[in-house]
């Protein structure tokens, strides 16, 4: 059913201030005289870099806490007077939704109709409606723990959506999944606001995401540097946004790194075998030896220009990602098999997550494993890092057998996981303290390479900060520091990236692209598609299987079509995943 048309804004906030204190005892300004309205009937994106207020402010507007100065109205309710009545009337999902998993997809879906008091009548009507938007129906019965992410999140969003809400509020809802789960998602999103008209707020990493919808607030620090519609900030780069071919022998990540040390430019990232780069004054004079070819402005090269407008000399993503050096680059020569998968094969009883996948890895390589959620990303994952044993097939790691000599290919390796892994009530300095010595680093060894992890990472400002607290850039930058201590050959990265600014993704993938240049193995997860570009050679899997290998331009080379023939990495790994999961003609005659 259509929500009513309201006749006003459905969320007006003005001169929001919201201050927190740290365990330091001084305070951190989340909100600073933050102003917006969102209208009836509309999608609204909240985006900025990480630390910028999205969560802050979304929680003001659950009536989840209160504004220390200022006014919210959310639904024509005063946010301070009365919390509990905008509660009762929205819709609200959180970065970590409240699913238990030891629970089925039913049971979860009782449980909140059960907390919200939905009678029997309305769930007859609305859990068929949920099921068929969700396509979960034939999941009922299955534990919300057993689900991959891109099902738990959309059980997270019935969940959210249970008593048909007026407003729907959605924090981070797609960070994790991959992009045929997103697009599902947004598939659900769009119907909800055209068809049954909820207004619909959230808060994303993807800026594409950002530019799908009609109203934008970009946040930084606190304060609202835009407000309207995307194109509002896409007019930022016009005539400033072009495209230049890769150095002679380079990759396109190297010629990136290069060129995000030139004075005149805002923005390089690598895309579809080339570099997306956006000037600072307008012309690209100073590119002119790179042939630079004009390119239309996106949401993202207005969002770099309005970041770059509010850059403080010194602020929160600055570090010294161009002089990443290390002290004792691994041994061997450049291009040397230092990975070698054979015929690897995982169950779990009955159940094959991994099935004979087979590739090798060289060194200095950056060397992606793509695939949607549940494909045996992370069980491949998990058994190269030595974390989970194989059922069958070979595992060799910098010239060690895994399974005859773990401790010894262990000590090869460096880990960043998918979720901050270190510990939350210690400060920076003491988790690195403690990986160094779990490490093995002792005495003047171990305070060398905290020196050189502070150093590297820039990470002196949030010296005696718990790692808890830390903004997600910050945690990021900290979590590969310790993964880095005892300079390991290979560095394995599951989904380092998810959630991060495209600020913090920059600075990262300009770290990786030094480590690589200097031997140093990697292997990444991500579903970050762009990403993919960042990578020397790409295996994409599904169903245990390893449907598609080789370099990015050969992946791309497979969604080519008369109609696209330019396609993106997020369009090759839909058409990859889709043409292995079309039903054979048979079948289809069937």
């Not at 789960?181 to 909800?192: K, N, P, T, V």
């Not at 502070?454 to 900290?478: C, N, S, T």
């Not at 480590?515 to 598609?529: E, K, N, R, S």
């Amino acid at each position: 059913m259509a929500v009513a048309a309201a006749s006003g804004p459905v969320i007006r906030g003005s001169g929001l201030h919201k201050r927190f204190r740290t365990q330091a005892k001084d305070f951190v300004q989340a909100l600073d005289d933050v102003s917006f309205e969102v209208a009836p009937g509309t999608l609204t994106a909240l985006v900025g870099p990480d630390g910028a207020g999205k969560t802050t402010l979304i929680r003001l507007m659950a009536g989840l806490m209160r504004a220390d100065e200022g006014q919210l109205e959310v639904l024509g309710i005063d946010a301070a007077a009365d919390p509990q009545a905008i509660q009762d009337r929205i819709g609200y999902m959180p970065q970590r939704f409240g699913l238990y998993d030891d629970l089925s997809v039913q049971e979860n879906l009782d449980l909140y109709a059960d907390m919200h008091g939905v009678s029997a009548a309305d769930r007859r009507v609305r859990y068929p409606q949920l099921m068929e938007m969700t396509a979960l129906g034939p999941f009922t019965g299955r534990l919300a723990g057993k689900l991959s992410g891109g099902m738990k999140q959309k059980l997270g969003l019935a969940c959210a959506l249970v008593r048909a809400p007026d407003l729907l509020l959605l924090d981070e809802p797609t960070v994790g999944v991959d992009p045929l789960s997103r697009r599902e998602l947004w598939g659900i999103i769009d119907r909800l606001v055209r068809e049954d008209g909820v207004p619909v707020l959230l808060s994303t990493s993807y800026l594409d995401e950002a530019a799908r919808c009609e109203h934008v607030v970009v946040l930084h620090a606190g304060k609202v540097l835009s407000e309207g519609p995307p194109s509002k900030v896409s007019a930022l780069a016009e005539g400033r946004t072009f495209t230049i071919a890769p150095g002679k022998g380079e990759a396109p990540r190297q010629t990136q790194a290069r060129l995000l040390d030139e004075p005149d430019l805002v923005d390089a990232a690598p895309e579809a075998g080339q570099v997306r780069v956006v000037t600072r004054g307008g012309a690209a004079g100073g590119l002119a030896s790179f042939d630079p070819a004009p390119t239309p402005a996106r949401f993202e090269d207005g969002f770099m220009v309005l970041l770059d407008r509010s850059a403080e000399p010194s602020g929160p993503n600055a570090g010294s990602a161009a002089d990443m050096k290390l002290d004792h680059p691994p041994a061997g020569a450049q291009g040397e098999v230092v990975v070698e998968v054979t015929e690897l094969v995982k169950r779990f009883g009955d159940f094959i997550a991994v099935d004979r996948v087979s590739f090798q890895v060289r060194r200095g390589e950056i060397f992606g494993l793509l695939g949607p959620n549940g494909a045996g990303k992370t069980t491949t994952f998990r058994m190269l890092c030595g974390l989970s044993n194989p059922t069958g097939g070979d595992l060799r790691i910098a010239g060690a057998d895994l399974s005859r000599s773990p401790a010894a290919a262990r000590q090869k390796i460096g880990y960043v996981a998918q979720k901050f892994s270190l510990y939350a009530q210690l400060s920076v300095t003491e988790n690195l303290d403690f990986f160094a010595s779990a490490y093995g680093l002792h005495g003047a060894r171990r305070r060398q390479r905290i020196d050189w992890a502070m150093a590297q990472f820039d990470l002196g400002p949030v010296a005696g900060q718990l790692g808890g607290q830390l903004p997600g850039g910050y945690k990021q930058r900290l979590a590969t520091a310790a993964a880095l201590l005892h300079e390991p050959d290979i560095l394995f990265l599951d989904e380092a990236t998810s959630g991060a600014d495209p600020l913090a993704r920059r600075e990262f993938w300009r770290r990786i692209t030094a480590l690589a240049g200097q031997g140093v193995t990697v292997i990444v997860t991500t579903h970050f598609m762009v990403e993919a570009e960042y990578c020397d050679r790409i295996a994409i899997l599904d169903s245990g299987h390893v449907l598609a290998e080789g370099a990015p331009a050969e992946i791309r080379a497979k969604a080519v079509t008369a109609a696209n023939p330019h396609p993106t990495m997020e369009d090759a790994f839909i058409a990859v995943i889709e043409a292995a999961r079309a039903p054979a003609p048979q079948e289809r005659a069937a």
